[in-house]
């Protein structure tokens, strides 16, 4: 079973032992977090794709570390003002093991038809009327 989830901002493709590297999340090393925003959830009973999340399903991650990322250079510069100015980021970041899945329901089937959201319906398109009068229009001029 895999799942995308959604956290700092970007997305992630997660399975059950992965690990991913997100921005600081405030919980301690060692401790569970779980992520709510998931966007889809797939494995043996077909996708289950959310709007714009899955509701129910969750990702249980435990914090396996913390650290700073690679250093960044900012260099700004003004040519012919004797204007520099350098400086450095490092972001900081946690280490996520990801554990559970959590799907819809409790399994990793896809929802019942009761609990899946209705598809609206599409307005019919106006090209089939516009050639039926068309075509109407031909036969009387035709006569």
Not at 30 to 37: A, C, K, N
Not at 63 to 74: E, L, Q, T, Y
Not at 98 to 115: H, N
């Amino acid at each position: 079973m895999f799942a995308i989830v959604a956290t700092s901002g970007k997305q992630f493709r997660v399975s059950e032992g992965d690990r991913i590297v997100v921005d600081r999340v405030s919980a301690n090393v060692g401790e569970t977090v779980r992520l709510d925003s998931v966007l889809m959830v797939g494995g043996d009973g077909g996708p289950v794709v959310g709007t714009p999340f899955v509701s129910g399903a969750a990702v249980e991650a435990t914090v396996v570390s913390h650290r700073a990322g690679d250093k960044v250079i900012v260099f700004k510069f003004e040519a012919r003002k004797r204007k520099r100015r350098k400086t450095g980021h490092r972001q900081q970041l946690s280490e996520l093991r990801i554990g559970a899945i959590q799907a819809p329901g409790g399994t990793g089937a896809r929802p019942a038809a009761s609990e899946q959201p209705e598809k609206a319906q599409r307005p019919a398109s106006p090209r089939p009327a516009a050639k039926a009068r068309k075509a109407a229009a031909s036969e009387t001029t035709q006569e």
